[in-house]
């Protein structure tokens, strides 16, 4: 045998009997793989403590998630002065970048998480993007989504029109998704994000009305029923960005209406109908791109073990609400046709608001 072969033998022995690597100790008696993320189980009992309710999916799990999409979208592969994408900037310039109108409502959220990142000393792109993880994860079946700690708060405002709004145009959403470096198919992933999601600000007089009708589980629910056809409006008047809605109460957004319904996209929407798994992958992944977006990975640690585990939905199936039919869908993906779905029996029913907590 030559020495080569020897040396290579040996080598692979001391790989096979290596100790494991160190974890650090942490706080009540927890440990991490990097003692960076230590800091990250204390935030993680403030948060869910109070910021959260005690772990609830509540309003303050909605405004948290939709804060992590407002701050990291503020980017462009074209014009580095957009923004610096995930870096906190929406917390930092809270009085430029929240009196955008595509902005509106964030001033709540942007406060409450403030005084929480300086207590802790973490940086507000840091706390941005894990508050929108862990707060996502108390929904069921919600996602775990990675999360990478290391951002500095070197930072500028980003500029305004970087976010997508209801009244803009497929080919507009698209193409400044499109910019910021998201392929369509993206773009609709991170749009199961509005299973747990209500308005506030397209139409004050309905405070709270959510996007569908499970709105504490994150599921595939929101993408059967922008399906179906819209036969009323929630309040009693049209407002800009709000489509006719197909049950009482909730509210439809126009842009997801179109999406839904445009060929570019309309596939990959369905195909989350009856796919719970898939929608909860590409999720996550579409999130773990957002999440770094002005950052390089390899500069950043990796905490994603802080982020607690979801628990499971209480159903993995959507299906059409009672009081609709097969008929109330109108598919658009010419080269699959519709899932076959449970109709829930009963009456139509009518969404309650989300309560404010």
């Not at 840091?126 to 079946?141: K, L, P, T, Y």
């Not at 609709?188 to 309905?206: E, F, G, N, Y």
């Not at 929630?234 to 179109?258: H, I, V």
């Amino acid at each position: 045998m030559s020495f080569k072969s020897i040396f290579a033998i040996v080598s692979l022995a001391l790989l096979a009997t290596a100790a494991p690597p160190k974890k650090a100790t942490c706080s009540n008696g927890r440990t991490a793989s990097n003692a960076v993320c230590c800091k990250w189980f204390d935030v993680l009992d403030d948060i869910q403590e109070g910021l959260f309710d005690g772990g609830e999916c509540g309003e303050e799990v909605h405004e948290s998630l939709r804060l992590t999409f407002h701050d990291a979208i503020g980017f462009s592969k074209t014009n580095p002065k957009a923004g610096g994408g995930a870096d906190g900037s929406i917390i930092h310039f809270s009085d430029i970048e929240t009196n955008y109108h595509a902005n509106l409502g964030t001033d709540d959220i942007v406060e409450l998480q403030r005084p929480i990142a300086i207590k802790h000393n973490v940086s507000f792109g840091d706390f941005i993007q894990f508050a929108g993880a862990v707060g996502v994860s108390n929904c069921g079946g919600g996602p775990r989504l990675q999360f990478l700690a290391g951002r500095s708060n070197n930072t500028f405002p980003a500029q305004d029109l970087t976010v997508p709004e209801p009244t803009d145009s497929v080919t507009k959403i698209l193409g400044r998704m499109g910019d910021a470096g998201f392929s369509s198919n993206e773009v609709v992933a991170l749009l199961a994000s509005h299973s747990v999601a209500a308005q506030d600000h397209i139409d004050p007089a309905i405070h709270g009305s959510p996007f569908d009708s499970t709105f504490s589980e994150f599921d595939a629910q929101v993408f059967v029923e922008v399906l179906l056809k819209g036969t009323a409006l929630p309040g009693n008047t049209s407002n800009p960005g709000e489509a006719l809605s197909p049950l009482p109460g909730e509210m439809r957004l126009q842009s997801d209406a179109l999406i839904a319904r445009d060929p570019r996209t309309a596939c990959e929407w369905q195909s989350f109908v009856d796919n719970h798994a898939s929608m909860v992958s590409k999720f996550e992944a579409a999130m773990a791109k957002m999440a770094i977006l002005g950052h390089n990975a390899h500069d950043l640690v990796d905490c994603s073990e802080v982020i607690p585990v979801p628990s499971k939905a209480k159903s993995n199936f959507a299906a059409i609400p009672a009081g609709k039919t097969l008929a109330d869908i109108e598919a658009s993906c010419k080269t699959k046709p519709f899932p076959k779905l449970a109709v829930l029996p009963g009456p139509e029913i009518s969404v309650a608001p989300v309560p404010p907590s």
